[in-house]
């Protein structure tokens, strides 16, 4: 079941939240200036661009690899291994941004921009939801078949 | 002057409120379990919110769907990318800031080239 964990927040640094503001902060200006520049079908691609996502995957590696090391291990695998999901995550969640694009694409036109956001955020969260319990119940179904192989 | 001013300001709110709709995601995805869940953030529409949110405000929903239809393209790409990132990580076991960097460029090249092919 999804669930909130308050105890997430104390595994970040504060000035990783800095880096995150800062990071989310210039790519908003990145995409306004490249839309200004080069029109909005261009600046319109790097709504998606994964800046951001550079920045998380690396801060997953090390606190995993710091998890590890604290241990007395050596923890590179691990650190991988966890960036790896991240990444693989963001794969699954780029249909959720997908479907985003696409609900705003048909609304702007003729909505209040509120309107447009919500009907926006809803698709994404739904469909965020299907590709976390596809994701899940394919993954389960491997694990099935590798235990059945062997 | 008074234009100039008005650029500048444009981008400072630009920059505190992408900032803030971005850290308010990251929060979510750190404070939200199962893991695997919290990893679908990691394409959260953050910064398109925010954007497309000023980007209505400065010229209006024609402008915002334009930019919504390249955003498809984008979100195509990022689904490629993240296939690309684990593999650089898993097969040939980089480290996630070279694999995450140079995997940008697989971006670039990929979103670029659809536009290309299909919007113009």
């Known amino acids: 079941m999804v669930r909130f964990q308050l105890s997430g927040l104390k595994e970040g640094r504060w000035y990783e939240y800095v880096v995150r503001f800062a990071l989310g902060g210039a790519s908003t200006v990145l995409a306004g200036v490249i839309a200004d520049a080069f029109g909005p079908e261009t600046g319109g691609l790097f709504l998606a661009f994964p800046a951001i996502f550079c920045a998380s995957a690396s801060l997953i590696e090390k606190h995993e690899r710091q998890r590890k090391r604290d241990k007395g291990l050596q923890g590179e695998v691990r650190g991988r291994q966890a960036a790896a999901l991240d990444a693989d995550g963001a794969g699954w969640g780029s249909v959720g941004l997908l479907t985003f694009a696409v609900a705003v694409y048909f609304s702007a036109t003729g909505l209040p921009f509120f309107a447009v956001a919500a009907i926006a955020i809803f698709s994404w969260a739904a469909v965020v939801a299907l590709m976390w319990l596809l994701r899940r119940h394919l993954r389960m179904r491997w694990t099935r078949k590798v235990r059945m192989g062997t | ?120």
Do not use: N
Request: proline share 2%; hydrophobic share 55%; aromatic share 12%.
């Open chain 2, 1 to 120: 002057m008074h234009l100039k001013y008005l650029c500048r300001m444009e981008y400072i709110v630009r920059f505190i409120a992408g900032g803030l709709v971005v850290s308010l995601f990251a929060v979510l995805g750190d404070v939200l379990r199962p893991k695997s869940f919290a990893g679908l953030f990691g394409a959260a529409p953050s910064v398109a919110l925010t954007t497309l949110g000023l980007a209505y405000w400065k010229h209006g929903g024609d402008y915002v769907s334009l930019e919504a239809r390249s955003m498809q393209i984008g979100a195509l790409s990022l689904g490629f990318y993240s296939f690309v990132v684990v593999q650089l990580l898993m097969r040939r076991q980089w480290s996630a800031a070279s694999a995450t960097g140079v995997a940008l460029s697989v971006w670039l090249a990929l979103a670029l080239g659809l536009k290309q092919m299909l919007l113009e």
